[in-house]
């Protein structure tokens, strides 16, 4: 699997999770304590988030304790 199609695929995870929660990408950056275009990036797969904000993100989806 292509780098770019790891991260549209968790790009896509995030999202659906994100939906499933009932949050909107402005909650989740809130809850995660990480900026909007942080969690636009991921989604998008445009950009993977640093280690502790990609921490941080799982955490806020109750991926992680």
């Known amino acids: 699997m292509a780098k ?3 991260l549209s695929r968790v790009g896509a995870a995030v999202a659906a999770r994100r939906g499933q929660l009932g ?4 909650e989740l950056a809130d809850t995660a304590g990480v ?3 942080t ?3 991921l989604e998008s797969g445009t950009r993977w988030p640093i280690a502790r ?3 941080a ?4 989806l109750r991926w992680v304790g």
């Open 4 to 6: 770019g199609d790891e």
């Open 39 to 41: 969690v636009y990036n």
């Open 35 to 37: 900026d909007l275009k």
């Open 23 to 26: 949050m909107t990408q402005q």
């Open 57 to 60: 993100i799982s955490a806020a």
């Open 53 to 55: 904000n990609r921490i």
